[in-house]
């Protein structure tokens, strides 16, 4: 005899969404007029302080010596302080500019970097989202969370240089769980890249969802638990999930 339909078995309903984990750069604020900015403040600086580095080397041509580098050494993807640090050093040396200029150009690199204009759904959306589940961040970026003012609203931030690990590496999202003490089943991971955060947070366990807030178009085999252009659309699908 034919099993009826209430007698097959079911597949088991999702853990409830306790936590949601924030991807940062492109999906709380837009990264490239921040790294633009950055980056012409560091090279008007060098310009100063560094002038045989300005007379060798463009804003692009340093670009094109830190992505040569990054292929030297799978560390330089997880720690992007670190390539920048290196680049910037082997650049120094080659035009005999004292080092100990390093840290301090990386230093007016940084806050730059961490001065960001948040998008004007993020504060309001994450306040609300506050009162309901636990927030927390995962990044392959460096920005300082306290600097822009967002370190409050997060039980973690986890960033990939100081963790050693970066995305897709299951091992990040799964050390942002742990420390929420909230089960990967029961964590959405929200973010921009569909290989990086998507993809990766899916393959951890997590749900993930897309922040499309640029109309870019989704890669093939990629499959979110959900699209949304705003946080406050993702505010409406973790209520929908309740």
């Known amino acids: 005899m034919k099993p009826s339909a209430s007698s097959l078995p079911s597949s088991p309903a999702p853990s409830p969404i306790e936590a949601v984990l924030f991807d940062l750069d492109d999906t709380l604020w837009a990264i490239e007029p921040v790294l633009v900015r950055a980056e ?19 804003i692009a041509s340093l670009r094109e010596r830190r992505m040569a580098l990054m292929k030297t050494d799978p560390m330089y993807r997880i720690d992007l302080w670190k390539l920048r640090h290196t680049a910037l050093s082997e650049v120094f040396r080659e035009h005999d500019v004292d080092l100990a200029l390093v840290d301090p150009a990386m230093a007016l690199f940084s806050e730059a970097r961490s001065t960001v204009a948040l998008f004007d759904d993020v504060e309001p959306a994450l306040l609300r989202m506050k009162g309901q589940l636990t927030l927390g961040s995962v990044s392959n970026g460096f920005a300082d969370l306290e600097r822009i003012g967002l370190a409050g609203h997060f039980g973690v931030s986890i960033a990939a240089h100081r963790f050693g690990r970066a995305k897709p ?15 990967p089943a029961a964590t959405v991971y929200v973010g921009d890249d569909p290989l990086l955060d ?3 947070a899916q393959r951890a366990g997590l749900r993930a969802v897309w922040m499309n807030r640029f109309d870019r178009t989704l890669p093939g085999g990629i499959t979110p638990d959900a699209i949304c252009r ?8 973790l209520q929908a999930q309740a």
């Open 40 to 58: 012409g403040l560091l090279y008007d600086w060098l310009r100063e302080h560094a002038p045989a580095v300005v007379a060798a080397h463009t």
């Open 169 to 183: 590496d299951p091992a990040i999202f799964h050390a942002a769980c742990e420390a929420l003490q909230v089960a």
């Open 198 to 200: 998507v993809q990766g």
């Open 230 to 237: 705003d946080l406050h659309e993702l505010h409406d699908w």
